[in-house]
């Protein structure tokens, strides 16, 4: 493989910058909410933020891909009600393997 | 790796922070498990655009965003469209904004420097790990020892996949085969039901639901993630009606 090391300057210059915007992302919250006296209203609003982002990741991922992964996610939700995590894990997938074996 | 704290400091704390790294790798290494064949994918795609095994893992170490990256390779061509690449990934990767301001209140048990690692290199997952440590321990169980678990060899097996699977190329055509796919979202689902069980947001989680999947389905491109964690968010902060009152 010739070009197994090979670094050419428009692809380098468009990696930094997607580099430099991801972290720039990374690190403005950041920065700005330690600068931030956080209370009452916006404290109640951070605390929010975690379901909620988890949530806006994978809505489509596990409710608009198909009858399979709807399946799944249904299964993981309830079996995250009242199991171990990784069990409900392991279900969500086993779940998601079979269902896609049966044609839709 | 010792260090001069080390060397000082009591048994105690020493065995304090291995064990807490071990606990950290434990619970990252589903999600671990999971990322690997997609890092491997991603490798052998990018080769496939032109892309050379040296830049694509400089791709993954300094990027270091999966979802970002695969968009990236998917619209990348020849001669490379700068512009569209770099603005699309500063869209995917907004919500890094909120999640680095989640992060905040809870980064006070590790080092200015151990804060700035810790922020630089967080993703979904190790993001997702430390806070739900937060939420189980507190604050203070985000120890640098459980930091140090969750996010170094996560953050280096990116990469290092990557790679492998730039070189090798075509080793995992389809994550999607034996379920690799879905270990993300599952292993998501169970941490918004543990925020769930530990909060009662049933509101801020569908509303952050029923906006995810309207605009991704109503508007072109990756806003809905973004949308969502906002709405959700604000959710959460309208819900407010005083000191020590829970909302539901």
């Keep these: ?104 | 790796m010792m260090t001069e704290t080390d060397r000082q400091a009591p048994n105690t704390i020493r065995s304090g922070f291995w064990a807490d790294a071990i606990r950290g790798l434990i619970d990252i290494s589903p999600l671990m498990a999971g990322a690997a064949p997609f890092a491997l994918l991603l490798g052998s795609l990018a080769v496939q655009k032109g892309l050379s095994p040296a830049e694509v893992t400089l791709m993954s170490f300094t990027v270091y965003a999966g979802s970002a990256q695969f968009i990236a390779i998917d619209i990348w061509q020849t001669p490379v469209p700068i512009l569209a690449i770099v603005g699309t990934t500063l869209l995917v990767n907004l919500r890094h904004l909120l999640m680095g301001a989640a992060l905040a209140p809870h980064l006070g048990g590790l080092s200015p420097m151990g804060r700035f690692l810790t922020v630089s290199i967080h993703s979904d997952e190790t993001w997702a790990m430390a806070l739900r440590r937060a939420q189980t321990h507190g604050s203070p169980g985000v120890t640098p020892g459980y930091i140090f678990g969750v996010f170094v060899l996560f953050y280096l097996q990116w990469p290092f996949w990557t790679c492998v699977g730039a070189i090798s190329g075509g080793v995992v055509d389809d994550p999607a085969a034996f379920g690799f796919d879905f270990v993300f979202p599952a292993v998501f689902i169970t941490l918004v039901i543990g925020f769930w069980r530990a909060s009662r947001q049933t509101l801020v989680v569908l509303v952050s639901l029923g906006t995810a999947l309207l605009a991704y389905h109503l508007i072109e491109g990756v806003w809905y993630i973004f949308l969502a964690g906002l709405a959700g968010t604000v959710t959460g902060g309208l819900l407010f009606k005083g000191e020590g009152v829970s909302h539901g």
């Design chain 1, 1 to 104: 493989m010739d070009n197994l090391f090979s670094l050419q300057g428009a692809t380098v210059i468009t990696i930094l910058g997607m580099a430099t915007v991801t972290w720039l992302c990374r690190m403005t919250g950041y920065a700005l909410a330690r600068r931030i006296a956080i209370t009452g209203r916006a404290k109640a609003a951070l605390e929010a933020m975690p379901p909620a982002i988890l949530t806006a990741i994978i809505a489509p991922m596990a409710f608009s891909e198909g009858i399979p992964e709807a399946t799944a996610a249904a299964v993981t939700v309830f079996a995250a009600l009242r199991l171990p995590t990784l069990v409900a894990v392991a279900a969500g997938v086993a779940t998601v393997v079979l269902m896609r074996q049966i044609p839709f």
